[in-house]
T-cell receptor
Framework: DTAVSQTPKYLVTQMGNDKSIKCEQN?????MYWYKQDSKKFLKIMFS???????INETVPNRFSPKSPDKAHLNLHINSLELGDSAVYFC?????????????FGQGTRLTVV | AQSVTQLGSHVSVSEGALVLLRCNYS??????LFWYVQYPNQGLQLLLK??????LVKGINGFEAEFKKSETSFHLTKPSAHMSDAAEYFC?????????????FGSGTKLNVKP
């Protein structure tokens, strides 16, 4: 049973298109994240939601819009895709309370903009 | 604010040799510290974590790490490297519950294991 699942795993699209990446977690966690991993493997947080509320919004272009319909889902919509958006996007979840405070990661979505 | 520095973007060891991956952090509050491993085309998998209590923590696959507050370090070690340990390793710090678990990652260390 996959704990954090994201779809699609691979996404190739042209510049200017709009695309979405979906994420679901079945761990009952109350916090979800989107991270971007660039070509040098650097991981940078983009957004974090706690119980469907946005709590972290790093300096990300407003072409990126997260949406959390419920606390088990956090989707990422990207408008007007640019070449520089090519990266691997990871969804993650964690539980704020208690000692199990690590983040659980999905398998990643490799986005290639051509 | 938190930050993480991993010294050495690439580390190469022979099979059976000691693995040492370095991680230093800065944190304005008592940190929670983590090591994750990423295999090619995979997500990140937790190796081990330090939250409170014993400063030497043991994780999966024979890895362990020691939290040294005075040195602001959380180096990862394994006594004997195995070929299957070849992967990218990430150190991370979070503020814990007070900071809604915002995780800061180091730039990663790629471990190569030679036969």
């Amino acid at each position: 049973d996959t704990a954090v699942s994201q779809t699609p795993k691979y996404l190739v699209t042209q510049m200017g298109n709009d695309k979405s990446i979906k994420c679901e977690q079945n761990l009952g966690h109350d916090t979800m994240y989107w991270y971007k991993q660039d070509s040098k493997k650097f991981l940078k947080i983009m957004f974090s939601y706690n119980n469907k509320e946005l709590i972290i919004n790093e300096t990300v272009p407003n072409r990126f819009s997260p949406k959390s319909p419920d606390k088990a889902h956090l989707n990422l919509h990207i408008n007007s895709l640019e070449l520089g958006d090519s990266a691997v996007y990871f969804c993650a979840s964690s539980q704020v309370t208690g000692m199990n405070t690590e983040a659980f990661f999905g398998q990643g979505t490799r986005l290639t903009v051509v | 604010a938190q930050s993480v520095t991993q010294l050495g973007s690439h580390v190469s060891v022979s099979e059976g040799a000691l693995v040492l991956l370095r991680c230093n952090y800065s944190s304005s509050v008592p940190p929670y510290l983590f090591w994750y491993v990423q295999y090619p085309n995979q997500g990140l998998q937790l190796l081990l974590k330090y939250t409170t209590g014993a400063t030497l923590v043991k994780g999966i696959n024979g890895f362990e790490a020691e939290f040294k507050k005075s040195e602001t370090s959380f180096h990862l070690t394994k006594p004997s490297a195995h070929m299957s340990d070849a992967a990218e390793y990430f150190c991370a710090v979070s503020e814990g519950p007070a900071g809604f678990n915002k995780f800061y990652f180091g730039s990663g260390t790629k471990l190569n294991v030679k036969p």
